[in-house]
């Protein structure tokens, strides 16, 4: 069964309450080698978001919504995440298209394409600390699960089960992107903040699938 | 005297996660280039440490009247929401909206001064791009020239015997820095726009007369010895007009 705009609406929401639960340990995350503004960032851009869902149009599509996201977070998110996740999600947008209904198969491809905005955008590479490291195992793993038969609910389980081991797998790198980088060896032992809101925001996405398909 | 914001100048974006930065930035270069566009894109839409889209946005349209704008930013993600704007900008206008790999300072400063003297988009990227050699180790003065800059030592080494030489093909003077803080920021910007009128190569010391930072690097205080040479038959008038201008004090006496 696929996800439509229901899924698609429901897992904003589901971020914004995330992301405001989490805010002050993304914060906490950011400050121990960052700039500290991680959590107030991305919690004033998905708030800015939630308002605007009222305004979508009838017959509106998944990709409606998560250009919705992107042009919301590019406009409202002050630091790094704001073009980060706003590329993501217009990317997303673009894979997504004009369909109503999102497959497994419809799923991993949008989640690579955003991974790809990422990466095209803030040039970093696995391993070096940064959002990367969640989102490319996710989106290994949603491509494995999706060409095992695994139906949209599924892929996205997988990937938000792997984008939390990549979070957590941050913790003994050595950043090399970003404000982190600055601080060389000291950054090791951190989680990075943006892969943690990476882990956060795409097990919002699971559930919001579950709780639509039933499963 | 042109209009500021002449839309046969190329502009200027600065874009730094302080508002302050950027102001003051403007102020600063603004002394040098003052009918060049030069906008402000600090902080965010609220008074934040952070960068806008929409303000960086509205900055590159402010900037670029025709003859393209020249970005430069500061921390990462001041580039991250440079680059997200540009991707929003129509192809057109995209093609002359450049974000110059310098110091936010330095190679603004050298941006202005170039797009005051009407260089072309590329010759004002290549001004702030100059900066990236000034600020580190082992910058002498070929490597604080910038592209199309070998320095020529050659004039550097002439007999000093007299103050004026013709030797082979080339003219120089020799003057002496008579104003009291040396040749800083706004005299060398004077002077770097008086070289630039002319179309003939003049060197300073070796230095090419048209780059501000490299001017600037050779560090000339009051009482310093200038060597103002051009290799170059038709040169003699830039150098007359510029060892003039060092000998005139730049109103500073």
Redesign the interface.
């Known amino acids: 069964m696929g996800l439509d705009i229901t899924w698609a609406v429901d897992w904003v929401r589901r971020s914004a309450d995330v992301i405001a639960e989490h805010r002050v340990e993304l914060i906490r995350l950011d400050r121990d080698i960052g700039?500290g503004?991680h959590g107030e960032?991305l919690d004033r851009g998905f708030t800015a978001v939630v308002p605007k869902l009222d305004d979508l149009a009838a017959g509106s599509t998944p990709g409606d919504v998560l250009k919705l996201v992107a042009m919301t977070l590019?406009?409202?998110v002050?630091?790094?995440a704001?073009?980060?996740y706003?590329?993501a999600y217009l990317k997303a947008a673009a894979a997504a298209g004009s369909e109503s209904s999102l497959d497994g198969e419809a799923v991993a491809r949008i989640l690579a394409a955003a991974r790809d905005g990422i990466v095209a955008?803030?040039k970093a590479e696995s391993g070096d600390k940064t959002m990367i490291d969640a989102w490319t195992p996710a989106v290994d793993a949603a491509a494995a699960a999706a060409a095992s038969g695994a139906d949209a609910t599924a892929v996205l389980a997988a990937a938000a089960d792997a984008a939390e081991a990549g979070a957590v797998a941050t913790e003994p790198l050595v950043a090399r992107k970003?404000?982190a980088s600055y601080l060389g060896e000291r950054s090791v032992g951190h989680r990075d903040p943006g892969a943690q809101s990476t882990a956060l925001l795409l097990r919002a996405a699971a559930d919001a699938a579950s709780e639509s398909t039933g499963a | 005297m042109p209009e500021v914001g002449d839309s046969s100048r190329v502009g200027l974006v600065f874009v730094s996660h302080s508002s302050k930065i950027a102001e003051g930035l403007v102020d600063l270069a603004a002394q040098m280039a003052p009918t060049v566009a030069l906008v402000a894109a600090g902080g965010t839409d609220d008074g934040r440490i952070g960068t806008s889209f929409d303000r960086v946005t509205a900055a590159i349209v402010e900037a670029d009247s025709g003859a393209g704008a020249v970005v430069l930013c500061d921390l990462g993600s001041a580039i991250l929401t440079t680059e997200t704007a540009l991707d929003f900008l129509d192809d057109e206008q995209r093609a002359r909206v450049v974000i110059a790999d310098a110091p936010l300072v330095e190679g603004g400063v050298a941006a202005a001064v170039a797009a005051e003297a009407g260089d072309a988009l590329d010759a004002v990227v290549a001004a702030a791009r100059s900066a990236n050699a000034t600020s580190g180790d082992g910058g002498g003065p070929d490597a604080a020239g910038g592209p199309g800059d070998a320095g020529a030592p050659a004039s550097a080494a002439q007999p000093e015997a007299a103050a004026t030489t013709a030797t082979t093909g080339g003219y120089s003077r020799r003057e002496t820095i008579t104003n009291h803080d040396g040749l800083h920021a706004r005299p060398a910007a004077e002077f770097v726009k008086l070289a630039s009128t002319f179309g003939q190569r003049v060197t300073v010391n070796g230095i090419d007369a048209r780059s501000l930072l490299a001017i600037m690097s050779l560090g000339l205080t009051k009482g310093a010895s200038v060597e103002i040479a051009s290799e170059d038959p038709e040169g003699v008038a830039a150098v007359d007009a510029l060892a003039d201008l060092v000998q005139s004090g730049f109103g500073e006496h």
């Open positions: 700039d503004d960032n590019i406009s409202t002050g630091g790094a704001g073009p980060l706003g590329t955008r803030g970003g404000r």
